[in-house]
């Protein structure tokens, strides 16, 4: 097998693990008990990765990853478990990288829009009930069907009030528009607000491609979005964003098929804030675009203290498995301890219930898959120590770092291009413009056939009733302007 191929993971001194790149689209898990050495062992697959040329993208969600961008540096415990493990060759190398950071802080600003987002994972972040969550979906589609993108939250606001003037226009499409329902969804908006949302939903718009790059040596480059004060904010926000993310790239990119490394992969750290809360229905679509997206060259792996807080459905997918420490003080505890060492293939030489209560820092079970996808037995291993620096940067490091970066002053200044709100904003102007200027018209033509007839109220629209009913009348005709979405809510650009 090609060097490239295999990644190291660690080793027991008679025998070393690695997985195998052409397996790695078939997403892993590691999981363990706080202090345990999750971080690092995130920092090492990403590392991997980046070596073989597959951009990674990681949340850093105590801001403690950033020093896999600096060299790692010598120390007696790094010299130890080199020797230990039997690696030959380890050299202390830094990894190309590149910081994001949803309130621009700590690395590039990045955003989405509102209809990138999509109606589905909106209602999960602001928490709606069905019948809210029904209207914010005629809010979209009315919106899609039009053409009329929602790209920040004053355009939200925009068409929820317009929903809300005119829906008795709009019932015969829609259904009943509860202005209560309407109501409920602005305040959830103010909430946001509040949390951060204004700084997330908007543009310019993260491109793809940015975090997919290269350096120039050919090594994958590392996004690390710097999560410590989002997740102390809105834990709902974080979740929210990352499985955008996750639905965009499912949407966007092409199918590969069976490829000797991944095209891109992502680190889902706090895993089980995705799950938290969540409909069943939302569920659902996540373990399909995991299933799937995997087809489309992206590898998912995800970080959390238990599998188990991980839906069973989601868990069956995952190809490698690494399990540090867990404790078990209570019943509850050790039952959980039970359901996770069953997830292992068994080793007839390790007794995995009784080795995750006593793995030290740095130790972990790990199973992964061979050539044929087959998983392996369950081996009790030491992880290998990165080649770049434990720990984070300094702030001015950081800020040398993003000083240098290749996207520097993209993404910096917000862009308020024309939208929902401009447009509703204008034909209402123009709009009253059309209506003074026909009620003037009439009233000198009243006044000058006054004495010739009676005075009589014209049953004639004005141009804000007619707008209003040939655009209920022209939903769903418009198919060369609809706007497709997909699975799980984002715009569809495959």
């Not at 397996?23 to 008990?33: F, I, L, Q, T």
């Not at 993208?57 to 010598?74: E, N, P, Y």
């Not at 490698?320 to 039970?338: S, W, Y």
Request: charged share 25%; glycine share 10%; net charge negative.
């Amino acid at each position: 097998m090609p060097e490239s191929k295999q990644l190291l993971i660690g080793g027991n001194g008679q025998q070393t693990v690695f997985m195998n790149a052409s397996m790695a689209n078939r997403h892993g898990m590691v999981a363990g008990a706080t202090g345990t050495g999750k971080t690092v062992t995130l920092q090492i697959l990403a590392e991997n990765f980046s070596k073989i040329g597959v951009p990674v993208f990681l949340a850093d969600v105590k801001g403690d990853v950033s020093g896999i961008g600096k060299a790692a540096m010598a120390h007696p415990k790094i010299a130890e478990r080199i020797d230990t493990i039997g690696i030959d060759g380890y050299q202390m190398n830094p990894s190309p990288v590149v910081f994001w950071d949803l309130f621009g802080e700590k690395g590039h600003p990045i955003r989405t829009t509102v209809s990138e987002i999509g109606p589905l994972l909106l209602s999960n972040l602001l928490e709606l009930n069905g019948i809210q969550t029904g209207i914010l979906y005629s809010c979209f589609k009315i919106a899609d069907d039009q053409g009329m993108l929602i790209l920040d939250l004053k355009d939200l606001r925009s068409m929820l009030i317009w929903m809300g003037d005119n829906r008795a226009t709009l019932k015969s499409e829609y259904g009943n528009i509860s202005t209560a329902s309407i109501g409920v969804i602005q305040r959830g908006l103010l909430v946001l607000d509040e949390q951060g949302a204004e700084f997330l939903l908007g543009e310019p718009a993260i491109e793809l491609q940015d975090l997919m790059s290269h350096d120039f040596s050919g090594r994958g480059v590392i996004n690390i979005l710097d999560a410590s004060k989002l997740i102390q904010s809105s834990p709902k926000l974080y979740s929210t964003f990352l499985l955008w993310l996750l639905s965009e790239l499912f949407e966007a990119l092409p199918e590969v098929g069976d490829a000797e490394k991944p095209k891109f992969v992502m680190f889902f750290d706090e895993a089980h804030l995705l799950f938290k809360d969540a409909p069943k229905v939302l569920i659902n679509k996540i373990e399909q675009v995991v299933r799937l997206i995997r087809s489309k060259g992206v590898g998912i792996y995800f970080v959390s203290q238990s599998p188990l807080d991980i839906p069973e459905e989601i868990l069956g997918q995952l190809g490698l498995k690494i399990q540090h420490a867990l404790r078990a003080f209570t019943p509850k505890d050790q039952k959980a301890v039970r359901m996770v060492a069953g997830t292992f293939r068994a080793n007839p030489n390790i007794d995995t219930g009784t080795v995750i209560t006593q793995l030290g820092v740095g130790e972990a079970l790990v199973s992964t898959l061979d050539e044929e996808g087959i998983p392996t037995q369950v081996e009790q291993i030491l992880i290998r120590p990165p080649e770049s620096r434990i720990g984070p940067m300094s702030s001015t490091e950081r800020e040398e770092q993003i000083g240098r970066s290749p996207y520097r002053g993209r993404y910096d200044t917000p862009l308020d291009r024309e939208s929902a709100y401009e447009m509703l904003i204008k034909r209402a102007e123009k709009n009253a413009a059309q209506e003074q200027a026909i009620e003037k018209e009439e009233q000198a033509r009243e006044a000058a056939d006054k004495a010739a007839r009676p005075s009589r109220r014209s049953s004639r629209q004005t141009p804000t009733e007619a707008f209003i009913s040939s655009a209920a009348r022209s939903i769903g005709s418009q198919l060369g302007r609809r706007i497709i979405r997909g699975i799980l809510g984002s715009l569809f650009k495959g």
